[in-house]
């Protein structure tokens, strides 16, 4: 099991819709669980993050790994804005001075940072710690001392969001946090592709996968090589690159012409129910129906404020096709 650390939960926004994370009840808020992850938003500075990290790595066991992504500060002219690089050491400073010890992560070919005991406001703390290296934070090396003793390895990966040139870090992450978050959803999820998804999903321009939906697709291209369908016959990429939709909608759109492909029937079941129920769902019912079709039970909710608002929906519920959506789900158990 992996743990993510953010110093700011806007650098980690993207991850939030991009994995179903929901909070854990622990001694303190900031940590979330989601499918072989865990992630904890630390609060910036040494003494935060050192206490916050001790505190999940002492209660779970089952993480091994620890993957810290979020922001940083240029020290170095050679770097820029919005790029993103591997740590490989992390050297910290304390009222101008350096702590001797150092940690390291097995990216050999990244770059060193140092943890600023406070934030870079002025250019001659910048030069002063440029001296150890082109790049500044305040979290990282709090998480590779908490790992050192808990004997877990740990990788860092930052975004560099400014030239540590005396612009307050929280104003940028706050303007800047849905490109740095997706950036670094990006990097993350590119670094963490298993071989074997990255082999099977092509380079398709202009959509983006979400991790579920890398899951279906791999599972819906085998069905189809096992059939002998060809996903070229079956996806037409450059209508659907040419339609007004997001890339995550139009990755879903392909998924959805794929399940047709292979599913024809399944998908006719679908388009009828949803034919009965979207006049439902405009008076504000929200109507749920099994997966699976295997059987006929339902489930329906509303949104109510007050009075009027049930006596609303009591009456909508008068003319609710409970009928025509039983036949169709019979239709289906029958076959």
């Not at 980690?12 to 992630?39: D, Q, T, V, W």
């Not at 690089?85 to 101008?96: G, L, Q």
Request: glycine share 6%; aromatic share 12%; hydrophobic share 40%.
């Amino acid at each position: 099991m992996d743990l993510l650390t953010f110093a700011h939960r806007g650098e980690a926004k993207a991850f939030f819709r991009e994995f179903p994370f929901k909070p854990i009840n622990f001694a303190f808020e900031g940590l979330y669980l989601s499918e072989g992850h865990y992630l904890l938003i630390t609060g910036e500075g040494i003494q935060a993050t050192s206490e916050k990290l001790s505190a999940v790595l002492g209660a779970f066991k089952e993480i091994e790994s620890i993957f810290n992504l979020g922001v940083c500060g240029a020290l170095d002219e050679n770097f820029n804005e919005g790029e993103i690089h591997p740590i490989r050491t992390c050297y910290m400073e304390k009222n101008s001075k350096m702590e001797f010890k150092s940690f390291s992560t097995p990216n050999i070919d990244g770059l060193d940072c140092v943890s600023a005991h406070q934030r870079v406001l002025d250019t001659g703390y910048a030069k002063y710690l440029s001296y150890f290296a082109p790049l500044v934070d305040r979290e990282v090396w709090a998480i590779g001392s908490v790992c050192s003793l808990f004997k877990k390895s740990f990788y860092s990966y930052k975004y560099i969001s400014d030239n540590a040139d005396g612009e307050e870090i929280c104003q940028v992450v706050s303007v800047k946090a849905e490109k740095i978050s997706e950036a670094l959803l990006s990097y993350f999820l590119r670094l963490k592709s298993p071989d074997k998804i990255k082999r099977i999903i092509p380079e398709f321009k202009g959509l983006h996968f979400t991790a579920s939906q890398k899951r279906l697709y791999n599972s819906l291209i085998k069905k189809l090589k096992i059939k002998g369908m060809p996903l070229d016959k079956i996806v037409n990429l450059y209508e659907i690159n040419a339609l007004p939709l997001s890339p995550k909608k139009k990755a879903a759109r392909v998924l959805k012409e794929m399940q047709a492909a292979l599913f024809p029937f399944n998908e006719k079941i679908k388009n009828d129910l949803q034919d009965i129920i979207a006049p439902m769902e405009e008076l504000g019912i929200k109507v749920k129906y099994p997966k699976s079709f295997e059987t006929t039970e339902i489930e329906i909710g509303s949104v109510i404020k007050n009075g009027h608002d049930l006596f609303k929906l009591i009456e909508n519920l008068k003319e609710f096709p409970l009928d025509k959506i039983h036949q169709v789900l019979k239709g289906r158990v029958d076959v």
